[in-house]
């Protein structure tokens, strides 16, 4: 493997490799911030009511805009920092591209328009918001098989990235689940605990899925895994998954009794948990691919733009995140604890 | 299928996507500063009613915003999965711009939103006008970014080309490319005229409904008097592109007039069916020499015509309609603007006439900023980047049949968006009441609004 990696002391070698950690990062942020706001638009046809929809969407409604930036810096960093990649990725995901631009453009929409048609319109604004969110979801989850996979075409695999399509969608579930668990109380509250405890067992599934299927696609990444001593070492990935697995199980046990008597203790152990899931998954499959756009195809490296180029943008990069980064956590802080009905 | 042209329908993708997207963006940006100036009248005055008309408009701007985000999200992985040839040889220069759009607007403008929209109540007064000021500064910037690189693919400059990609050789000179000031000013002012004619257009409709209060009154003032300023220097400004346009892009210059052969005292020609297979222009009606004078300043001064470029020029009906359509609706506003000034003046009623006019134009910013983006980028055809790259060597492979699907996909939902979009505008300002009481995301509020409309229906 040592042979793909240049130096890394030049620009040429460490540039990429930031860009590809920017990039990787924000997919990350993508997949967790707006992966609840999906969840959470996934869950809106249990709901009870028109109320009880209202205050699961206010719960999301000042941040679902800033998570979705997410997606747009990862993709753009994708596209200036890699073009070689992007289009060969995009161009294999052109339909699944297209549907979840489709769903994201229904599920943004439907945030205004669900408030400001006529009331009679509403519902189908729901519908389109819920429907929006389900598909976004499934077609990312799509495109995560598809680059597990390593974009080849099949049946198999076309199923596989279907399979896995429906596990992100559980993934999502269990983290909107988990923020409303947060941010709401009473019946909704409650009944959260029952969706995130729905939720649960197909995330599991989605994760064992994708840890077992991705050695067998390329004997490199088999090799990273399973050649000693690196085994041992990678151990505590896969056992501190499943002990945060249980750890979500009994928490959601427990709650149901704790929230009837009102008591708050530990409402955001699920929440926790499933984003602790999150990273160590990602922190896995980032392992499994490094140094690869596409698996034994196209290495980061290979892919890159002009060291000029990106140098231009990594000086953005330095100063600009960490100001992005502390107005979101203002953000969050004052929109901190229960979501309230929210007027303008 | 197979007598699809693959590159001609990605054409029509991204022409439709693009269409779609910057309608709301053009709205977004100048209301952004329309709020932020009723909200610190508000705030200076104490004038209730400058709150009402904040209040009133940031629903629309809310929802306006949302459109824009989407399709712009759209736009995002469009320049990848229809151009790769784009970013393969140009990446370089539009990569970075790109993402100084991405990285000092997108972020600021979403965050902010959720202050500005939710944050009343939580935040000071003065962090509430801070994020509306920062909101409005992003959608600004996002307009300064995509503007350079746009402007950029017309006027290249401050780069080297070297084995088939260009290189950066001074930022400077790619942001401050020649046609970048000409355009930014001139698609700033015009987001403004757009907001101007949508702020006294909804008015006047209000007005109509005898929804006369003094916050209507207060925002159709403010449309009238921003537009009746802002045409004329749109006028000058559009005409300081047009020169610069013929310095550096003749052939689009000599479409949009309709000259087919280089002549001293061009005529200007008003009307015409351009017809390139004779190479003349069918029923012409046109004032002799008077192209030459405004556009060298010379009764007799020479302007290059169609056929001077060989096959390397753009479609000429299109980019010749496009450009007349924009005049007659920038002079429409001209006149529209300046009568209802005149009549407004030292506070007079409007009258139910020019109400109805005002209302019939409330989109009309849309109609001249689409066709003057159709004279310019079409009117840069074959080229994609002047003279660097053209559209066909930056196309696609992917099959005809996907492009189509996701095609029809994409124009349903356009049609539809936009159809729900300018309803729920008007339906909005059909809501009395809804100024002086906040629009709930809960209950309490829909049922306060649903009863409204009741009333007012």
Redesign the interface.
């Given at each position: 493997m040592m042979d793909l990696i240049p130096d890394l002391s030049q620009p040429a070698g460490w540039l990429p490799l930031a860009f590809a950690g920017v990039m990787a990062l924000s997919m990350l942020a993508y997949v967790i911030l707006d992966g609840y706001d999906l969840g959470v638009g996934v869950l809106l046809r249990h709901a009870d009511d028109g109320e009880q929809k209202d205050t699961m969407i206010a719960s999301i409604g000042p941040f679902w805009d800033a998570n979705e930036t997410w997606l747009v810096l990862g993709v753009g960093v994708l596209l200036v920092a890699f073009p070689m990649a992007h289009g060969v990725i995009l161009g294999y995901l052109y339909l699944p591209v297209a549907l979840m631009l489709v769903a994201l453009t229904l599920r943004g929409v439907a945030f205004d328009f669900r408030v400001k048609a006529q009331a009679s319109h509403k519902h189908l604004w729901d519908r389109a918001f819920q429907l929006g969110s389900a598909l976004a979801g499934w077609s990312q989850g799509y495109m995560l098989g598809a680059l597990i996979t390593g974009f080849q075409d099949g049946i198999g695999n076309r199923l596989f990235c279907a399979l896995i399509g429906l596990c992100l969608l559980a993934a999502y579930r269990l983290l909107g689940a988990s923020w409303l668990i947060m941010k709401t109380d009473g019946r909704l509250q409650r009944k959260a605990v029952g969706w995130a405890w729905s939720s649960l067992w197909l995330t599991a599934l989605g994760i064992a899925a994708i840890s077992i299927v991705t050695p067998w696609v390329s004997s490199r990444i088999f090799d990273k895994w399973f050649a000693f001593p690196n085994l041992v070492l990678l151990l505590p990935i896969p056992l501190v998954t499943v002990a945060l697995f249980v750890l979500i199980a009994r928490s959601l046990r427990r709650l149901p009794t704790r929230l009837e008597q009102g008591n708050e203790y530990g409402v955001a152990v699920p929440f926790a948990g499933t984003i602790g899931i999150m990273l160590l998954a990602f922190y896995g499959l980032a392992y499994s691919l490094f140094p690869w756009l596409v698996i034994d195809r196209i290495t980061l490296w290979q892919a890159a733009s002009s060291p000029q180029a990106l140098m231009v943008i990594f000086y953005g990069v330095v100063l600009v995140l960490p100001v992005i980064i502390a107005y979101t956590v203002f953000a969050y802080r004052v929109f901190w604890g229960k979501s309230t009905a929210l007027a303008y | 299928m197979d007598t699809w042209d693959p590159f001609v329908l990605a054409r029509i993708q991204f022409a439709a996507n693009i269409t779609f997207h910057i309608l709301f963006p053009t709205i977004s940006i100048s209301l952004g500063w329309a709020l932020l100036f009723f909200k610190t009248r508000f705030v200076a005055t104490g004038r209730e009613h400058w709150m009402q008309a904040y209040?009133f408009w940031?629903?629309i701007f809310?929802?306006t915003?949302?459109?824009g985000?989407?399709?712009?999200?759209?736009m995002?992985?469009q320049?990848?999965?229809n151009w790769?040839g784009f970013?393969?040889t140009v990446?370089?220069?539009?990569?970075?711009l790109?993402?100084?759009e991405?990285?000092?607007a997108?972020?600021?403008e979403?965050?902010?939103?959720?202050?500005m929209?939710?944050?009343?109540g939580?935040?000071s007064e003065r962090v509430h006008t801070l994020a509306t000021l920062l909101v409005a500064l992003g959608t600004t910037a996002s307009a300064f970014w995509i503007l350079a690189l746009n402007s950029w693919m017309h006027t290249p400059a401050g780069f080297e080309m070297i084995d088939g990609?260009a290189?950066?050789t001074s930022?400077m000179q790619v942001i401050f490319n020649p046609s970048f000031p000409y355009r930014l000013t001139h698609m700033l002012i015009a987001s403004g005229l757009t907001v101007s004619f949508l702020l006294a257009g909804i008015s006047a409709y209000r007005w109509l409904r005898h929804d006369r209060g003094a916050e209507v009154l207060a925002t159709l003032k403010v449309g009238v008097y921003a537009a009746a300023l802002l045409i004329p220097v749109q006028i000058v400004v559009g005409d300081l592109h047009g020169l610069n346009t013929l310095e550096h892009q003749p052939a689009k210059l000599a479409a949009m007039e309709g000259i087919w052969h280089t002549q001293k005292g061009a005529p200007a020609v008003l009307f015409g069916l351009p017809d390139e297979r004779t190479q003349s222009n069918r029923y012409e009606l046109a004032i002799p020499k008077l192209a030459s004078f405004y556009l060298t300043h010379d009764w007799n001064g020479e302007i290059k015509g169609i056929s001077e470029f060989g096959g390397q020029h753009p479609p000429v009906a299109p980019v010749f309609w496009a450009f007349r359509i924009m005049v007659g609706t920038g002079l429409l506003m001209l006149v529209v603007s300046w009568s209802n000034a005149w009549r407004m003046r030292k506070g007079r009623e409007m009258t139910p006439w020019l109400a109805r006019v005002l209302v019939a134009m409330t989109f009309s910013g849309w109609l001249a900023l689409v066709s003057g983006w159709y004279v310019t980028e079409i009117g840069r055809q074959p080229w994609l980047v002047y003279g660097v790259l053209t559209a066909a060597q930056a196309a696609?492979?992917?099959p005809a049949a996907?492009i189509a699907?996701?095609l029809s996909?994409?124009l349903v939902?356009y049609v539809t968006?936009l159809l729900?979009y300018v309803?729920?505008v008007f339906?909005?300002a059909r809501k009395p009441d809804l100024a002086k009481q906040?629009?709930?995301?809960?209950?309490?509020?829909?049922q306060g609004?649903?009863t409204q409309?009741g009333a007012a229906g």
């Amino acid at each position: 493997m040592m042979d793909l990696i240049p130096d890394l002391s030049q620009p040429a070698g460490w540039l990429p490799l930031a860009f590809a950690g920017v990039m990787a990062l924000s997919m990350l942020a993508y997949v967790i911030l707006d992966g609840y706001d999906l969840g959470v638009g996934v869950l809106l046809r249990h709901a009870d009511d028109g109320e009880q929809k209202d205050t699961m969407i206010a719960s999301i409604g000042p941040f679902w805009d800033a998570n979705e930036t997410w997606l747009v810096l990862g993709v753009g960093v994708l596209l200036v920092a890699f073009p070689m990649a992007h289009g060969v990725i995009l161009g294999y995901l052109y339909l699944p591209v297209a549907l979840m631009l489709v769903a994201l453009t229904l599920r943004g929409v439907a945030f205004d328009f669900r408030v400001k048609a006529q009331a009679s319109h509403k519902h189908l604004w729901d519908r389109a918001f819920q429907l929006g969110s389900a598909l976004a979801g499934w077609s990312q989850g799509y495109m995560l098989g598809a680059l597990i996979t390593g974009f080849q075409d099949g049946i198999g695999n076309r199923l596989f990235c279907a399979l896995i399509g429906l596990c992100l969608l559980a993934a999502y579930r269990l983290l909107g689940a988990s923020w409303l668990i947060m941010k709401t109380d009473g019946r909704l509250q409650r009944k959260a605990v029952g969706w995130a405890w729905s939720s649960l067992w197909l995330t599991a599934l989605g994760i064992a899925a994708i840890s077992i299927v991705t050695p067998w696609v390329s004997s490199r990444i088999f090799d990273k895994w399973f050649a000693f001593p690196n085994l041992v070492l990678l151990l505590p990935i896969p056992l501190v998954t499943v002990a945060l697995f249980v750890l979500i199980a009994r928490s959601l046990r427990r709650l149901p009794t704790r929230l009837e008597q009102g008591n708050e203790y530990g409402v955001a152990v699920p929440f926790a948990g499933t984003i602790g899931i999150m990273l160590l998954a990602f922190y896995g499959l980032a392992y499994s691919l490094f140094p690869w756009l596409v698996i034994d195809r196209i290495t980061l490296w290979q892919a890159a733009s002009s060291p000029q180029a990106l140098m231009v943008i990594f000086y953005g990069v330095v100063l600009v995140l960490p100001v992005i980064i502390a107005y979101t956590v203002f953000a969050y802080r004052v929109f901190w604890g229960k979501s309230t009905a929210l007027a303008y | 299928m197979d007598t699809w042209d693959p590159f001609v329908l990605a054409r029509i993708q991204f022409a439709a996507n693009i269409t779609f997207h910057i309608l709301f963006p053009t709205i977004s940006i100048s209301l952004g500063w329309a709020l932020l100036f009723f909200k610190t009248r508000f705030v200076a005055t104490g004038r209730e009613h400058w709150m009402q008309a904040y209040q009133f408009w940031v629903k629309i701007f809310a929802l306006t915003f949302a459109l824009g985000v989407v399709s712009g999200i759209t736009m995002s992985f469009q320049f990848g999965t229809n151009w790769p040839g784009f970013m393969n040889t140009v990446g370089n220069v539009a990569g970075p711009l790109l993402a100084y759009e991405v990285l000092t607007a997108f972020f600021l403008e979403a965050t902010m939103l959720g202050i500005m929209l939710f944050g009343r109540g939580r935040v000071s007064e003065r962090v509430h006008t801070l994020a509306t000021l920062l909101v409005a500064l992003g959608t600004t910037a996002s307009a300064f970014w995509i503007l350079a690189l746009n402007s950029w693919m017309h006027t290249p400059a401050g780069f080297e080309m070297i084995d088939g990609k260009a290189h950066v050789t001074s930022w400077m000179q790619v942001i401050f490319n020649p046609s970048f000031p000409y355009r930014l000013t001139h698609m700033l002012i015009a987001s403004g005229l757009t907001v101007s004619f949508l702020l006294a257009g909804i008015s006047a409709y209000r007005w109509l409904r005898h929804d006369r209060g003094a916050e209507v009154l207060a925002t159709l003032k403010v449309g009238v008097y921003a537009a009746a300023l802002l045409i004329p220097v749109q006028i000058v400004v559009g005409d300081l592109h047009g020169l610069n346009t013929l310095e550096h892009q003749p052939a689009k210059l000599a479409a949009m007039e309709g000259i087919w052969h280089t002549q001293k005292g061009a005529p200007a020609v008003l009307f015409g069916l351009p017809d390139e297979r004779t190479q003349s222009n069918r029923y012409e009606l046109a004032i002799p020499k008077l192209a030459s004078f405004y556009l060298t300043h010379d009764w007799n001064g020479e302007i290059k015509g169609i056929s001077e470029f060989g096959g390397q020029h753009p479609p000429v009906a299109p980019v010749f309609w496009a450009f007349r359509i924009m005049v007659g609706t920038g002079l429409l506003m001209l006149v529209v603007s300046w009568s209802n000034a005149w009549r407004m003046r030292k506070g007079r009623e409007m009258t139910p006439w020019l109400a109805r006019v005002l209302v019939a134009m409330t989109f009309s910013g849309w109609l001249a900023l689409v066709s003057g983006w159709y004279v310019t980028e079409i009117g840069r055809q074959p080229w994609l980047v002047y003279g660097v790259l053209t559209a066909a060597q930056a196309a696609s492979d992917v099959p005809a049949a996907n492009i189509a699907l996701t095609l029809s996909l994409y124009l349903v939902l356009y049609v539809t968006l936009l159809l729900a979009y300018v309803r729920v505008v008007f339906y909005l300002a059909r809501k009395p009441d809804l100024a002086k009481q906040p629009l709930h995301h809960a209950p309490a509020g829909l049922q306060g609004s649903t009863t409204q409309q009741g009333a007012a229906g």
